[in-house]
């Protein structure tokens, strides 16, 4: 008996599940011959839908809705959780770091494969900024975006109960770096969900809450163009948000944003979404990067010039056929990714059968932002839609892009839910150290003989 034809989906995000679940169809008879068979490697059961990370941190989506369960998902394929450390192309090889490798100790497994998909996704550029790493806080992840939220509510809870008042200043001062999607929409969502939070504090007024956008260059949200850009930046200003623009974080040390500026902001709450990088597997890799740290890519979604080795999505630099000025590449985003992993999967399996590849042709519909609860922004197809109309938007088409009926049932029932009864505004911090408590109780009490010296 021959080996079956092992195809190697390096990650679980939008293109590694999106393509394995393509694979699945199209390649239904050779799975079912056993003369194919699909890997999916990844360092999280589920692919996580971020475009709804800033309603779930604002408590408008559960956090459970907002990911997606490989294993149900992909259930032709064989999930390993676990992180590809290098990749080997010329020899097909490539090292794994697994949940079980950890526990035996034995250290990374090689694993074989004919097909090669690279979809590691992208992680969150930072920079050397004094102080980041101690109090920055992430928005790439499900649990980043809770616990963001139960951040500021306790913040929220500390400025309720302190004596202090630069203490109580710097709980309410709230700065987020980074004028992209991630930034305004966490910004926007968790401004909407603190001041409606903040009418169950006796001594917190919506006004005593200090939000600060600060973006390197002169717009925010550039996806969505200048007119509408300026627009979302009116409406953050009129809700007493204060919009920086051509403004760097400088430090964050001591707990206190320095701008470049020259404003100094006591605050106990950085949030850092100023941008992301190609994941660093790329660099762990013998195929050839483009200056950003991205794979050359072809227009059939081939690592170029490499035979059986495949990418999409934030990983791949892939040729914009659609685009009048030549030289120009795709945007590294969830619209693009979504499309391009249909025609990976559908030419991986055109590569295994002798058959002709496709293109990657697709021009750029578009984009819609929230701002918060019924507010909104959207440049699609050339229209301009702003305010209730673009959040409309923002959601029906998020609801239609999110994998699953049984995911989109459950976020159509908690919205409709979320519009009948009051928001949730409870913090779960606990959550982040669930055995705090037992720890505790467990510990052995002080011995009575130890007395504190005089």
């Known amino acids: 008996m021959t080996e079956p034809a092992r195809i190697l989906v390096v990650g679980g995000g939008y293109v590694g599940m999106y393509t394995a679940l393509r694979l699945q169809r199209q390649l239904r008879a050779e799975l079912r011959a056993g003369a194919a068979e699909i890997v999916v490697v990844t360092p999280e059961p589920y692919m996580t839908y971020q475009p709804f990370l800033p309603e779930a941190a604002a408590g408008s989506i559960s956090p459970r809705h907002v990911v997606v369960p490989l294993r149900r998902v992909l259930d032709r394929c064989r999930i390993v959780i676990g992180e590809v450390q290098s990749v080997d192309h010329a020899k097909r090889t490539a090292s794994l770091a697994t949940l079980a490798t950890a526990e035996e100790g034995t250290g990374a497994v090689d694993l074989t494969y004919d097909e090669l998909v690279i979809a590691p996704g992208s992680v969150s550029r930072t920079l050397p900024v004094p102080g980041l790493l101690d109090h920055g806080i992430g928005f790439k992840t499900v649990e980043e975006a809770i616990g963001l939220r139960n951040h500021v509510i306790e913040q929220m809870d500390i400025a309720s109960s302190t004596r202090d008042p630069g203490l109580r200043d710097a709980a309410l001062t709230f700065v987020f770096v980074g004028g992209g999607y991630a930034g305004v ?80 902001l006591p605050t106990r709450t950085v949030v850092w979404t100023a941008g992301v990088k190609p994941a660093p597997v790329l660099a762990e890799t013998d195929l050839p990067l483009n200056e950003r740290g991205r794979l050359r890519c072809t227009a059939q979604l081939a690592v170029e010039g490499v035979a059986h080795a495949w990418a999409a999505g934030d990983a791949a630099a892939v040729p914009d056929v659609t685009a009048e000025e030549p030289g120009r590449e795709c945007a590294p985003n969830a619209q693009h990714a979504v499309r391009q992993a249909k025609i990976l999967a559908e030419n991986i399996a055109a590569s295994l059968r002798g058959q002709p590849l496709k293109e990657y042709a697709h021009a750029y519909a578009g984009s819609v932002a929230s701002l918060g609860l019924h507010k909104g922004v959207a440049h699609v197809y050339g229209r301009k839609l702003k305010g209730y109309p673009a959040w409309f938007m923002h959601r029906a088409y998020h609801l239609s892009r999110v994998p699953t009926f049984n995911r989109k049932a459950r976020v159509l029932a908690e919205w409709t839910l979320s519009g009948l009864f009051k928001r949730e505004i409870v913090s779960l911090g606990s959550l982040e150290h669930p055995r705090a408590e037992f720890e505790l109780a467990a510990a052995p009490p002080p011995d009575p003989g130890d007395k504190p010296s005089s």
């Open 185 to 264: 929409e966490a910004l926007a969502e968790l401004e909407d969900m603190a001041r409606y939070t903040a009418r169950y504090y006796h001594n917190v007024k919506p006004e005593d809450l200090r939000w600060v956008l600060v973006e390197a260059s002169d717009r925010i949200l550039p996806e969505v163009g200048a007119e509408m850009g300026r627009y979302a930046i009116r409406e953050l200003r009129a809700r007493n948000i204060d919009v920086r623009l051509e403004t760097r974080l400088d430090s964050c040390e001591d707990r206190v944003a320095v701008l470049s500026d020259g404003t100094r």
